[in-house]
């Protein structure tokens, strides 16, 4: 079934070309297509082989990753298949991360999909993934050296765990400045000391000044270490 997908994906909904493509298929199958057969014959990456290279990107080992990267190239993998292949592979986690389940708009089911790579990046980080590989496609046709820009995009990805996107520094920003602007905390009222007066006297403690609360930091967001102690930074009083 995955094979016979990979035909009609292949095809972009042309008889012709997808006639032609199974019976190359056929050719080379002995009486039994698989997509592994495919994979080998036609040098595609395929997800198991996806799954750990960016499994390693968002692991941040980038020696581990170029050392994958050369045994793609040796194996016979062109750069345009692969470079085709992660865009393909980073769509698919991006419907994942919006909620699509749909097999047929992933190209596998989404338990195939590596959880590791799912749970280090957003959406945000994936989106911006996505765009360097498809960038990339359009730079190596003019580039002094195809494999140097892939080895590049796949060092890029190797941070993109750090990376924050305009609208994400401004709502920090945002955040930062509501909470430095705001009035600063009285300490509480100390309870006064007790007096001579007659024990059946009613002694009044004052209440504490209520402190204003600290307007939060939304989740994901980067907090500053000044946030934390904002007093250190306020100027001196002459």
């Given at each position: ?61 980038t ?6 990267l ?11 298949q692969?470079i ?42 994936i ?112």
């Amino acid at each position: 079934d995955e094979a016979l997908f990979w035909v009609a994906r292949e095809s972009t909904g042309s008889m012709r070309d997808a006639y032609t493509l199974f019976d190359q298929v056929v050719a080379f199958s002995d009486g039994h297509i698989t997509y592994e057969k495919i994979r080998d014959k036609l040098g595609l990456v395929g997800i198991d082989r996806l799954n750990t290279v960016f499994e390693a990107c968002a692991q941040n080992k980038t020696d581990e990753v170029i050392t994958i990267l050369d045994d793609f190239l040796q194996s016979g993998i062109s750069i345009e298949q692969l470079i085709s292949n992660c865009a393909d592979y980073l769509r698919s986690l991006l419907l994942i991360k919006s909620g699509v389940k749909k097999e047929s708009l992933l190209g596998n089911s989404p338990e195939r999909y590596s959880s590791v790579v799912l749970g280090a990046w957003n959406t945000v980080q994936i989106e911006r993934a996505l765009s360097i590989y498809l960038q990339l496609y359009r730079d190596i046709r003019y580039s002094l050296s195809p494999r140097y820009e892939l080895e590049l995009a796949f060092s890029r990805l190797c941070w993109i765990g750090q990376y924050v996107s305009n609208v994400e520094v401004k709502k920090a920003i945002d955040a930062a400045q509501a909470l430095l602007s705001g009035a600063p905390v009285a300490p509480a009222a100390i309870a006064a000391p007790v007096s001579a007066a007659p024990v059946s006297a009613v002694q009044t403690v004052p209440s504490p000044v209520p402190q204003e609360k600290e307007p939060p930091v939304p989740a994901g967001l980067p907090r500053f270490s000044m946030l934390d102690n904002p007093e250190a930074f306020e100027e001196p009083v002459v």
